[in-house]
């Protein structure tokens, strides 16, 4: 008789949601795989998790670690304290992380020291950038891992380059199913272009949140003085580091943003609404800069190097990092028309997964 598989999951963060919930709702049809979610509390306000719970129809996690905001260092190592004693009750066969925050790292170093089997989900991922935290939890969190599953073809050379060739699969990119399933939804039930007043293709849509730009005065005086120089209706779903720091320096911020809508971070549909109807999409953030592709608008990029080089080379991305002369050019003339290409996969990765999983456990 096969046994049931204990796969215990760890989320933190709002890309982990996202990347987590076709998972849960293809583990509900096999009543030989018993989930068990673990929410570490990375994020904990109602825009950055609980909304995306309700949206995304995400159970309630059978454990919130309540962890909250702190260094890196810190918050990785008191998710590792309090996950470790999850683990040794719990006895899960197998342990996913997926993506590339502290959660991630934590989930499978915590796993790995207790012996257990690690999934990656969005595995071999890089923008060769160790300055980055993210690169710095997904490379370590490869090195450690039994099952490498991948989103892309590049994500597989990546790994082989670095010597890495057992448990590779590439399985195409989680997020492109989230994506798929939610898209017509997003297009019929959000309210959000009604509610801030907003026509389409009428405006530019910011969002930003890295260290590197907005914890550094100067490269955040850059990039906002630039856009604002656009003249160009500006919608900003501020991130709570973000509006942390915006308060910090608000008295050394001298330029008037008058073009600028600050709002509060919006749930997945909202996202996806002002994604797919922004005259173009000006981010720092990895998983926007694919749903801009996938909405088939064009991604500028305030960054130096991107993990999603395949969007680079098809001509809808480009890369200015925090140069104010290439923010505003972008701004102008950066209008791509070339072809797209299915990079992401066909929006069947958790299905693929799943079979796996369940082939390398129970032989079928």
């Known amino acids: 008789m096969k046994r049931k598989i204990k796969i215990l999951c760890v989320v933190g963060a709002r890309p982990n949601f996202i990347k987590i919930a076709p998972l849960l709702e293809k583990f509900k049809r096999y009543k030989r795989i018993k989930p068990v979610l673990v929410h570490t509390g990375q994020h904990y306000d109602f825009e950055m998790s609980k909304v995306f719970f309700q949206e995304l129809k995400i ?81 370590l969190t490869d090195r450690i891992s039994t099952f490498l599953f991948c989103p892309t073809k590049t994500a597989v050379e990546n790994l082989k380059k670095e010597g890495i060739k057992k448990g590779v699969y590439n399985v195409g990119d989680i997020t492109y199913d989230t994506f798929l399933k939610y898209i017509g939804i997003a297009q019929k039930k959000s309210q959000i272009l009604k509610k801030l007043n907003l ?27 630039a856009i604002g120089k656009s003249g160009e209706k500006v919608v900003f779903p501020v991130h709570p580091r973000t509006k942390k720091q915006l308060k910090k320096f608000k008295h050394l911020i001298t330029y008037k943003l008058t073009n600028f809508r600050f709002i509060d971070p919006v749930g997945y549909l909202d996202m996806l609404c002002l ?4 005259k173009k999409i000006i981010t720092d953030s990895g998983g926007v800069q694919k749903e801009a592709y996938w909405v088939k608008v064009p991604c500028i990029t305030l960054r130096n190097t991107t993990e999603w080089v395949e969007i680079i080379k098809s001509g809808w991305n480009i890369l200015v990092a925090t140069n104010k002369e290439k923010i505003i050019k972008a701004i102008k003339n950066f209008n791509p028309k070339r072809k797209q290409f299915k990079y992401f996969g066909d929006g069947r990765t958790a299905k693929k997964i799943v079979k796996i999983l369940k082939f390398k456990f129970n032989g079928k």
């Open 275 to 278: 994604e797919k109807n922004a």
């Open 59 to 139: 159970p309630k996690p059978d454990y919130n670690l309540e962890v909250g905001s702190g260094t890196h260092a810190w918050q990785t190592a008191k998710i590792m304290e309090k996950l470790e004693p999850v683990i040794l009750k719990e006895k899960p066969d197998l342990v996913i992380v997926v993506g590339d925050v502290n959660s991630t790292l934590a989930g499978a170093l915590t796993a790995a020291k207790l012996h257990i089997p690690v999934a990656h989900i969005e595995a071999g991922v890089r923008s060769f950038d160790m300055s980055m935290p993210e690169e710095i939890n997904r490379v």
């Open 199 to 225: 026509k389409p293709k009428s405006y530019l849509l910011l969002t930003l949140h890295r260290p590197s730009n907005v914890d550094n005065l100067e490269n955040l005086k850059n990039i906002l003085e």
